[in-house]
Structures are given as structure tokens and as C-alpha cells.
């Protein structure tokens, strides 16, 4: 997952950088509102931070273009503003979330991860939830950075259950929708697909992202 921490004071853009790093995101950093604007659309970023009061092109400026090109790219405002109308402005022009500064990392950390649970990031061809990473242009799945090598089915289950991040899925319904078959009560079928795919997706991973629901079915989400 690239995040892209667009800040002008280079201390704090480090520190940050380092932190996330350390989380095992990768992260660039820009140092104003136009290059930030640039990279952030030119490459693909999970995720964007963004710093209110930036040269150049003000993190106002910056949301708004962002939002209008990129409407599913998660981005956290850090404001120094503790005012009520700018947070209002801030999530008002489409920001995910906000924190104003000085925060604890810890709690930008918690701050990510809901929003990256919160809105798995959909863009025509590429789907994100956490770290795993699905291209459907290059028909190519990742995670961490890995390419993991998925037979077909495999591919379809998982494509359905990305675009379904966070809902609860029915063997029937995977059934119907995945297999195109009407579930006959033999869930075998089923149950080994996932299982096939948890060996590639979740178990050289953490966190895990495929749960089960007993009786029930299956959700992919990322849990904490
Ligand atoms: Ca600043």
C-alpha cells in the first residue's frame, strides 16, 4: 500500500514517512500543493495525507482537484485549524477523515486503517482492501507488494468478494453470483474455493482478511 503524505515541513514529513514505513506502507513525501497534486495523480496511492497550509497550492485546492479527478482516494486532512467550521470544510470538500495537529501517530495509524476499511478504494481497474491489491486490467492480484498467482476461479471469487468488502456473503449467494449455479446445499464447492484461497491471500499474511461466519458465510474485511 503507497500512501503519499503531501506536508511542507520536512521534520514532521519524516517523521511520518519513517513511521509508515516502519508500519510497512511505503510512502512518498511532497513537499507542496502542486507537486503533491502531480504525484498523486500520476501514480497510485492508497491513500493520501494531506497537510492543510502548504505552499504553493493550499490543501483546500489540492482536496478539491483530488476529489473531482479521484473521487475514491481515501484522504486524511491534518489541519493545525481546531476550528468546528474548517473540520465542517474539510470533510464538507470530501476529506475522509481529519486530525488536527499535533496527533499521536498511534492514533493516524487507527485513523488509516478506518478509513481504508471504511472505503475499500475503487477505481475503475484497481480495488485495494489493506494491503491486497487487485488489477483487473492486468487480470493481477497482490498482496504486500507479492503477485500471487490464483487459478481462475480463484480470480472470481475473490474478485466478488473485494467488490463486496465488508459484507456478509452466503454461500448461496457466492454460490449463485460467482458460480452461477443454484446452491444445492453441498457447499464443498465453495468451501474449497475459499480454502484454496486463503492458502495464497491470508496465510502468509497478517491481518488475515478472509473470515468466516459460522453457518453463515464469509466476509472479507479487515478485522483489528
Ligand atoms: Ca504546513
Redesign the pocket.
Same mark, same amino acid.
Given at each position: 500500500m503507497k500512501i503519499l503524505i503531501i /506536508?511542507? /515541513?520536512p521534520k514532521t514529513a519524516a517523521a511520518l514517512a519513517r513511521s509508515l514505513r516502519e508500519e510497512g506502507y511505503s510512502a512518498d513525501i511532497a513537499e507542496n500543493g502542486i507537486d503533491g497534486l502531480h504525484l498523486a495523480l500520476s501514480e497510485s496511492y492508497g491513500l493520501i495525507i494531506l497537510?492543510v497550509?502548504?505552499p504553493k497550492c493550499d490543501g483546500w485546492s489540492v482536496l478539491r482537484t483530488l476529489k473531482a479527478e479521484r473521487a475514491n482516494l481515501p484522504v486524511i486532512l491534518l489541519t493545525a485549524l481546531d476550528a468546528v467550521s474548517d473540520r465542517v470544510k474539510g470533510l464538507d470538500a470530501g476529506a475522509d477523515d481529519y486530525l488536527v495537529k499535533p496527533f499521536a501517530f498511534s492514533e493516524l495509524l487507527a485513523r488509516i486503517r478506518n478509513v481504508l476499511r471504511r472505503a475499500p478504494v475503487q477505481a475503475s481497474d484497481l480495488i485495494r482492501v489493506a494491503d491486497l491489491e487487485m488489477d483487473r486490467k492486468r487480470h493481477r492480484v497482490s498482496r504486500a507488494g507479492q503477485i500471487l498467482d490464483l487459478a481462475p476461479q480463484e480470480y472470481r471469487v475473490l474478485d466478488y468478494m473485494m467488490h463486496h468488502a465488508g459484507e456478509v456473503l452466503t454461500r448461496t449467494h457466492l454460490a449463485e453470483q460467482v458460480w452461477d449455479m443454484n446452491f444445492d446445499g453441498d457447499s464443498n464447492v465453495i468451501d474449497a474455493a475459499i480454502r484454496r484461497l486463503r492458502k495464497k491471500v491470508d496465510d502468509p499474511f497478517e491481518p488475515k482478511l478472509i473470515h468466516t461466519l459460522r453457518g453463515v458465510g464469509y466476509v472479507l474485511e479487515v478485522r483489528h
Open positions: /506536508e511542507d /515541513e497537510d497550509m502548504l
